[in-house]
């Protein structure tokens, strides 16, 4: 199987920062892109950001140039840096990734537990 583990939520105040990561652990033999999605109370789940495994990003045009997308392909761990947070990015954060795993013949998406973001004051 495999799991993905997000860590690194919580309270923060506008204009606060917060850094999330998800590390990717199992039976993995490839992780293909990778990505950061929110839902917040009431809303769809939306893609906030994605890197691919050459780390080519792309971003939700809400949180370009607050957001930093990151990776480390050696520990298969994804990172979310969040700078000038605002209120409207409290959600829950889900961490996604595409996982061929060791055996299979096609990746598959798999997701994390999601992580709390509450911006407040």
């Known amino acids: 199987q495999v799991q993905l583990v997000e860590s690194g939520g919580g309270l923060v105040q506008p204009g606060g920062s917060l850094r999330l990561s998800c590390a990717a652990s199992?039976?993995?033999?490839?992780?293909?892109?990778m990505g950061w999605y929110r839902q917040a109370p009431g809303k769809q789940r939306e893609l906030v950001a994605r890197?691919?495994?050459?780390?080519?990003?792309t971003y939700a045009d809400s949180v370009k140039g607050r957001f930093t997308i990151s990776r480390d392909n050696a520990k298969n761990t994804v990172y979310l840096q969040m700078n000038s947070l605002k209120p409207e990015d409290t959600a829950v954060y889900y961490c996604?990734?595409?996982?061929?795993?060791?055996?299979?013949?096609?990746?598959?998406?798999?997701w994390g537990q999601g992580t709390q973001v509450t911006v407040s004051s």
């Open positions: 199992g039976s993995i033999f490839s992780i293909n892109a």
């Open positions: 996604n990734a595409d996982v061929l795993r060791a055996a299979a013949t096609s990746y598959r998406d798999y």
């Open positions: 890197i691919t495994s050459g780390k080519r990003t």
